[in-house]
């Protein structure tokens, strides 16, 4: 049994936690920080603790869009604890909205070997991504319409849609799918990222 946080790194933790579920992503990340620098002042060897402190700051980083430090983070979680669903789903998500699609797709195939009932890993379609990595954008487009028609909240295959939209440079496509996206989730960093590119590309 791991050895209990001291109540400090604990606390910080907690109010990390309290923060992120408030939508204080910077704070929360902020919080999350001064427990890890705590926790490694201390010099005690708990991987899984610092473990998790760090895919939640990646959580922060990937809510407020700034995907570079979420797969850093996300990396640094998995050198800890390899295998980590969380940090993997995570850094998947931001290769994502980095169009890094090859990477983001071994990271969800990676979540399916270790668990195939976690259904997080197939949220929209892991076809459609299939037909990112491949640039077929088409395909990416269909599988998307059907997993909408399925459910109509549903926030990855809003997002894979307007990423393929973009690629076959229908802009105003993909811009109704954001903001469809941002309706159902308004601080979705990636997508406000999102819109910003395509909207430079409709001006």
């Known amino acids: 049994m791991a050895p209990k946080l001291p109540d400090s790194v604990e606390e910080l933790r907690a109010s990390g936690n309290l923060s992120f579920r408030n939508g204080q992503f910077a704070e929360a990340a902020t919080l999350y920080s001064r427990a890890l620098r705590m926790l490694q002042a201390q010099g005690s060897s708990d991987p899984e603790k610092e473990s998790v402190l760090y895919s939640n700051r990646a959580a922060c980083h990937l809510k407020d869009g700034n995907c570079i430090d979420c797969i850093k983070d996300c990396t640094s979680a998995l050198a800890l604890v390899p295998f980590g669903m969380k940090p993997l789903l995570r850094r998947a998500s931001a290769y994502e909205a980095l169009e890094k699609y090859t990477l983001a797709y071994m990271d969800y195939l990676t979540v399916l070997q270790i668990d195939d009932s976690v259904t997080s890993a197939l949220e929209g379609s892991s076809r459609a991504l299939c037909h990112l990595v491949l640039?077929?954008?088409?395909?990416?487009?269909?599988?998307?319409?059907?997993?909408?028609?399925?459910?109509?909240?549903?926030?990855?295959?809003?997002?894979?849609r307007a990423q393929a939209y973009k690629a076959l440079k229908d802009y105003k496509a993909s811009f109704a799918d954001i903001n469809n996206l941002l309706q159902i989730e308004p601080r979705n960093g990636p997508a406000q990222k999102l819109r910003q590119e395509v909207n430079r590309s409709l001006n």
Do not use: I, P, S
Request: some cysteine.
């Open 135 to 160: 640039k077929q954008y088409k395909e990416a487009v269909k599988d998307c319409t059907e997993a909408l028609r399925l459910d109509g909240k549903n926030v990855k295959a809003f997002y894979r």
